[in-house]
């Protein structure tokens, strides 16, 4: 594990809930039992890398809580660089309640968000990060929809990573529902890409804010606005990449890799993310970080959890192996 004397070298920012998933098949409304977690995509990508040995801080607010206080301990225990997380005594921690779906269905989910610790985060809070130390910047569409100052925080972050010569990911995580409008979510997700490296939408999420249909046309549009790579995720599809790299455009799709049995689909896309920035990070093609991201993000649907099914390095450079195996016979 990194030692936590120096700053970190990879920093993801957002929100973290305390998360409450049912024990059984059926309506939120019917459920007697649940079982403890945290959620939240930043957080989900964060633990991913921490997983495979990257220094990883993170940046958020959480309620001075008994909720606050779990979600530090977890986050930790995964190995991440909480020297940035504020205990906020005047507002709470955010919750989340998450259903049990059956054959692999999207769970229903309701959010307690409104007025949380982390929606009160700002560009204060990242005065005293050394942002010298930064390699790399995750960062979603999510902070941005919580609040104005939040919005004004993922700007600065972004900035900041910029100034600092770090690379940057940024994963749209398109949440409608906390926006005023479709407009206001496309302008502001569209900016927020355009100041990036690594783009990652789904399909979905890139027509719905491009306007375009096509993974081709989708990703030209972020490359037009300077980005280096979009990488798109087709779900079971596989995933398509197209980017300039030594002066040379590519573009090329990578077939999914199939599962005998879809259990949760949540924080999927989230382990394609893990799988993709960490292969670009340890210096891997654009070819085998997609094929990392569809095996990583393959992991994650066979398990219940949002990030249980993210995996430590040894058992990735095992998973990287039997994949390459197969390929070979």
């Not at 942002?131 to 941005?144: C, E, K, N």
Request: aromatic content about 6%; charged content about 20%; overall charge negative.
């Amino acid at each position: 594990m990194p030692s936590h004397d120096t700053p970190p070298e990879v920093v993801a920012f957002g929100e973290a809930m305390t998360m409450f998933v049912a024990e059984h098949l059926g309506e939120l409304s019917e459920v007697e039992h649940f079982q403890r977690r945290i959620a939240g995509a930043d957080t989900n990508v964060a633990i991913g890398l921490a997983r495979l040995g990257f220094h990883v801080g993170w940046l958020s607010r959480v309620g001075d809580d008994s909720f606050g206080h779990y979600i530090r301990r977890t986050l930790e225990a995964e190995g991440l660089d909480c020297r940035h997380l504020i205990n906020d005594p005047d507002h709470p921690t955010g919750l989340v309640f998450k259903a049990r779906a059956a054959h692999g269905a999207d769970p229903h989910v309701e959010y307690w968000r409104h007025g949380s610790a982390a929606s009160r985060l700002s560009p204060s809070d990242a005065t005293a990060v050394d942002v010298g130390a930064w390699r790399h910047l995750h960062a979603t569409g999510i902070p941005p929809a919580l609040s104005a100052s939040c919005r004004e925080l993922s700007f600065h972050m972004l900035d900041k990573a910029r100034e600092a010569g770090a690379s940057i990911s940024f994963d749209p995580n398109l949440r409608p529902s906390l926006w005023r409008s479709e407009a206001e979510m496309a302008s502001t997700l569209n900016a927020m890409a355009a100041k990036a490296d690594w783009v990652l939408p789904g399909l979905a999420e890139g027509q719905r804010l491009t306007g375009l249909e096509t993974a081709h046309d989708i990703a030209g549009f972020y490359l037009e606005r300077g980005v280096k790579a979009v990488i798109i995720k087709l779900g079971p599809e596989g995933s398509y990449y197209r980017g300039v790299l030594g002066g040379q455009e590519e573009s090329f799709t990578i077939a999914g890799i199939p599962v005998p049995t879809v259990v949760d689909t949540v924080g999927a896309g989230d382990g394609f993310a893990v799988g993709v920035i960490s292969a670009l990070l340890d210096g891997r093609a654009p070819r085998e970080a997609l094929r990392r991201g569809n095996l990583i993000g393959a992991e994650a649907v066979q398990v219940r959890g949002d990030m249980e099914g993210l995996p430590h390095r040894d058992h990735l450079a095992s998973l990287e192996a039997s994949s390459d195996t197969s390929k070979g016979q």
